[in-house]
C-alpha cells in the first residue's frame, strides 16, 4: 500500500477510500455524502477546508469530478470515548522498538468503539512517535508484552518476525484446575474466526493452530497455568483452553458468551502475555522482554 499523503494527526492514520468500480455521482463530494449520509455537515465542511485530498495530496474541491478506482484520503472524526483507566508501563525503547507492558481491557490499536483509547493512539501522542506501528497484537482484553517499531524501515524486518514464527511467546492463564487432566499436553486444532462474528471455532480439517498447555501452580481449586502458542490464531489460546474444560477465568465469549458493559473492569480476562524473546534483525543479539504485570486469583 503507498504511503499516505496526509501525516498522521493526534495520534491517528487518515481513512483512505476507494471510488467505486460501478456508478456514477457528479463529484467525489456527492460520492462521500451518499455513502456516509449522517456525515453530511464533517464532509462538506472538510471539503470545504481543503482536508480531503487525492492519492497525489491535491485537495477534493466541491466540483472535483467523481472517478472510478480513484482514492481519496482525509480524517475521520474519532468516536467520542471514556479514557480507559489503566497505564501503560514502557519496558524498553531504543531507535527501533517500543516494548510496552500492556494493561487488561486497552485495545492494541484503534478499531470500533476503541480508537483514541488504544495502545498505538496514546503512544504516538504521548512519545511523539507518529511512525510508531505494531509488530503483532493482543486481544483488548488481554495484557502482557506488546511491540512496535518506532520507523518505518525497520517494520517490515520485526514484523516478519512474527509472520515466520520467529518469535517465542509465552502467556500465562488462571482457571479452574481439573485433577484428571493429563498435563503438559500440545493441542492442534483447526480454528476459524469468520469477519464479523465475535467467537472463533474449532471445526474438522488439518490444523492450523497449535498449544502447549503446562501446569504451573494449583492454589485449592484454581490453577496457574504456562501458554506456549506456536501459531497465532484469533483466540487461540482461548479456545484451546476452553476445549480442555478449563476457560480462562474472566473469558466471557468461551465457552458461552455472555454481555459486560464496556465500562466495567472489575472481572479481567486472567491471561497475560508473560514474555517475547527473538534474534533481533537489525543487531543478531537475543532480545527478550518479560512482563511486570501479574494476575489476580479468584476469590
Known amino acids: 500500500m503507498p504511503d499516505a499523503p496526509l501525516p498522521v494527526r493526534n495520534g491517528l492514520n487518515p481513512t483512505r477510500l476507494r471510488m467505486p468500480d460501478v456508478g456514477t455521482w457528479p463529484t467525489v463530494l456527492e460520492y462521500l455524502v451518499a455513502r456516509f449520509p449522517h456525515d ?64 487488561h481491557f486497552l485495545a492494541s490499536t484503534p478499531r470500533g468503539a476503541y480508537v483514541a483509547e488504544s495502545a498505538l493512539v496514546r503512544l504516538r501522542r504521548d512519545l511523539d512517535l507518529p511512525e510508531l506501528t505494531p509488530a503483532h497484537r493482543l486481544d483488548r482484553l488481554t495484557a502482557g508484552v506488546l511491540i512496535f517499531t518506532v520507523r518505518r524501515e525497520v517494520r517490515r524486518d520485526y514484523q516478519s518476525l512474527f509472520d515466520q514464527r520467529r518469535v517465542t511467546k509465552e502467556y500465562e492463564a488462571v482457571a479452574r484446575y481439573d485433577p484428571d487432566l493429563v498435563l503438559p499436553t500440545t493441542i492442534r486444532s483447526r480454528i476459524v474466526k469468520e469477519r464479523g462474528v465475535l467467537k472463533a471455532y474449532e471445526v474438522d480439517g488439518p490444523a492450523n493452530s497449535e498449544s502447549r498447555i503446562e501446569l504451573v501452580e494449583v492454589r485449592g481449586d484454581s490453577a496457574r497455568y504456562r501458554l506456549l502458542p506456536h501459531t497465532g490464531k484469533t ?65
Open 235 to 299: 483466540h487461540q489460546l482461548r479456545v484451546h483452553m476452553s476445549s480442555l474444560g478449563i476457560p480462562i477465568f474472566g473469558d466471557n465469549f468461551y465457552p458461552d458468551f455472555y454481555d459486560v458493559a464496556a465500562e466495567d473492569y472489575s472481572v479481567p480476562l486472567r491471561l497475560l502475555a508473560r514474555s517475547a524473546e527473538f534474534l533481533d534483525p537489525r543487531s543478531g543479539a537475543l532480545r527478550r522482554f518479560v512482563s511486570k504485570r501479574s494476575l489476580d486469583w479468584p476469590t
Open 40 to 103: 453530511e455537515i464533517r464532509l462538506r465542511e472538510k471539503v470545504a477546508k481543503r482536508e480531503v485530498v487525492d492519492e497525489h495530496g491535491l485537495p477534493i474541491t466541491e466540483s472535483t469530478p467523481f472517478a472510478h478506482r480513484r482514492f481519496v484520503y482525509l480524517y475521520r472524526d474519532p468516536p467520542v470515548e471514556n479514557r480507559v483507566p489503566f497505564e501503560i508501563e514502557i519496558l524498553h525503547r531504543d531507535e527501533n522498538l517500543v516494548i510496552i507492558d500492556k494493561p
